[in-house]
């Protein structure tokens, strides 16, 4: 996996060796075939001689194949440069916070943030704030909230108004409309170390050794 810690010589993370290799093979495929087509032309029985609709076809296959790989080169390099301006937008993210799934949360400054992501409306929404252990220490009633990102801090008191002692959290979030579930995504803030390529394409390096996928952020800070 390749780590960068800002966007430049992000290009040097991709090399031209797939297109040059597809190219290669390409040549390759024409010399195999016509060497075939020409040695098959040269032994032919002279009484039984190849029909030209025969020779049509093969040139025609050969066409076909030399199409499929054009496209093929041309759609690897669409996605090697789809990489590597996704990698630099990437890295203009850290230093960032970034709202992302996930359901931890922590009376500290910018580790307070509750965010949830509704598949529709609801009329009514509360978020349950849980201790380690499971436990309730607060519950939140949001009301109504649209439908979409929502984004809330919570006050670091628990349900009895004293503050909560430091330490990991997490929320739940409950939402219903007409009486009926409303499904949700737990969203939470991180902030950006850095940005990797790996074999599951752009992902983020959060703070607490956090990595997410780069498509998985909802909202910048």
């Known amino acids: 996996m390749t780590t960068v810690q800002d966007a430049s010589n992000v290009s040097s993370l991709f090399g031209a060796g797939a297109a040059k290799a597809t190219k290669n093979g390409t040549k390759e495929t024409e010399d195999r075939f016509l060497t075939l087509l020409v040695a098959q032309m040269k032994n032919q029985d002279p009484l039984n001689p190849l029909d030209n609709a025969q020779v049509t076809s093969q040139l025609a296959q050969l ?60 009329d009514k929404v509360t978020v349950d704030i849980l201790d380690a252990g499971g436990g309730v220490v ?13 984004v809330l801090a919570w006050d670091g008191l628990t349900s009895n108004g004293a503050a909560a002692p430091d330490g990991a959290y997490s929320f739940k979030i409950n939402a219903a409309q007409g009486g009926q579930p409303v499904s949700s995504t737990a969203l939470h803030l991180g902030l950006v170390n850095s940005v990797s390529q790996g074999s599951q394409g752009v992902q983020l390096n959060l703070a607490g050794n956090e990595s997410v996928s780069y498509a998985e952020i909802r909202q910048i800070f």
Do not use: Y
């Open 138 to 150: 607060r519950s939140l009633d949001l009301g109504p909230r649209e439908d979409g990102v929502n």
């Open 63 to 122: 066409s076909t194949v030399q199409g499929i790989e054009n496209m093929n080169t041309t759609l690897q390099s669409l996605a090697t440069s789809m990489g590597v301006n996704q990698m630099a937008q990437a890295a203009n993210l850290i230093g960032r916070a970034v709202l992302v799934p996930g359901d931890s949360i922590s009376p500290a400054q910018m580790e307070d943030v509750i965010g949830f992501d509704l598949s529709r409306p609801a």
